[in-house]
Nanobody
């Protein structure tokens, strides 16, 4: 199983960023997927989740209305569109599949 995140970087407050996670090694369409994040000195937290068919999504309260999780089952990818980013969104973002973690991608929100 491999989960490979991409799309992280430095962005100014209020800006957008789109993360992607390319999945392989398992039947992608059978599993829900999640995005987590971990800020320095803090525990890893669940940010967003999506059902296997993409018809069910959930978000932590702090990102509701700003982040959107989606998936493309034809391409075995899951995305996290992040808008109106805030400095407190700064963290390493991880893709999570059926018991597996990606390596993480750094998101830094700073002017």
């Amino acid at each position: 199983v491999q989960l490979v995140e991409s799309g992280g970087g430095l962005v100014q407050p209020g800006g957008p960023l789109r993360l992607s996670c390319a999945a392989s090694g398992f039947t992608f369409t059978n599993f829900g997927m999640r995005w987590y994040r971990q800020a320095p000195g803090k525990e890893r937290e669940l940010v967003a989740s999506i059902g296997s068919a993409g018809d069910s999504t959930n978000y932590t309260d702090s990102v509701k209305g700003r982040f959107t999780i989606s998936r493309d089952n034809a391409k075995n990818t899951v995305h996290l569109q992040m808008n109106s980013l805030k400095p407190e969104d700064t963290a390493v973002y991880y893709c999570y599949g059926p018991g597996y973690w990606g390596q993480g991608t750094q998101v830094t929100v700073s002017s």
